[in-house]
């Protein structure tokens, strides 16, 4: 893929999607800033109001794109949403609604950018999380949404080889954005309202979980950085793991599922 045209980033209002945006306006590329909160605009940087979950918006985003003449080089799926509390109790609209922007928006606005990245052998980039990797307890929804996002990227990347477009994994851990704090808030304050059969355990888990974000959180132009990477370098890897310990992250995913699930009883 060359250095000449625009990415677009979803997400770019705040956390991993703008610092994606700052560090490509940084080094000189063009951007479509995507969100369905403002974007500042630039000479380099355009926003385009869009909810992932309307075919409408993603239609008059392509429309537009293809209105200004642009050149496509390259889709970054940030946006995302937290919820969280144990499956039993959760409304299926909750579970509903993170599928709709985790996933089902992130496959529907690839679709469409489709045609205009076969044009230029673009690449797509895809953020995932350690959650699609290891399911922990009370956070079902987004865990099963990325899940869905590893296996979808996996999928459109094997499709799409044969046409010179890659397609990259970002896995983040806990990243410092403004998701991460109102993940925590969330988390929180719906182990707050659940059943006394669920309560104990779940609050235990919010406490671990925000323990893990002091402990473990790490700036989001690290992620940056490696979607850089995933855009522009000649060898792009296809996933890339972002965490503070890496090689512990990476014995936990080849844990045995039993001693997984005995580390996790201990919570």
């Known amino acids: 893929m060359t250095q000449e045209g625009t990415i677009l980033v979803t997400g770019a209002a705040s956390g991993i999607g703008a610092a994606v945006c700052k560090y490509l306006t940084d080094r000189g590329h063009s951007v479509y800033a995507c969100d369905i909160d403002e974007c500042a605009e630039t000479d380099l940087q355009k926003f385009i109001r869009l909810d992932v979950t309307r075919t409408d ?5 392509i429309a537009e794109i293809r ?16 919820r969280a509390g144990p499956m039993m109790e959760l409304d299926i609209s909750e579970i509903k609604e993170i599928f709709a922007v985790n996933l089902f928006g992130m496959i529907e606005l690839t679709k469409a950018c489709f045609p205009l990245l076969l044009e230029t052998k673009g ?32 999928c459109i990347r094997r499709e799409l080889a044969p046409f010179g477009i890659h397609v990259a994994i970002i896995e983040p851990g806990k990243i410092m954005t403004p998701l991460i704090e109102k993940g925590r808030q969330i988390t929180r304050e719906k182990m707050e309202t659940v059943s006394e059969l669920f309560k104990d355990r779940g609050l235990r888990f919010a406490a671990y979980d925000e323990e893990r974000v002091k402990t473990n959180a790490l700036h989001p132009e690290r992620v940056a950085e490696k979607i850089y990477h995933a855009l522009f370098s000649p060898t792009p890897k296809t996933r890339y793991l972002i965490v503070k310990n890496p090689l512990k992250t990476k014995l936990l995913m080849r844990f045995p599922t039993k001693m997984l699930d005995k580390k996790f009883l201990q919570l």
């Open 57 to 61: 918006d993603i239609h008059s985003a």
């Open 67 to 82: 209105k200004k003449k642009g050149i496509l080089q390259g889709l970054v799926n940030c946006a995302g949403i937290v």
């Open 123 to 154: 690449r797509i980039v895809n953020i995932s999380s350690v959650s699609g990797k290891i399911a922990f307890p009370f956070m079902g929804p987004y865990g099963m949404s990325k899940h869905g996002v590893e296996a979808f990227s996996d």
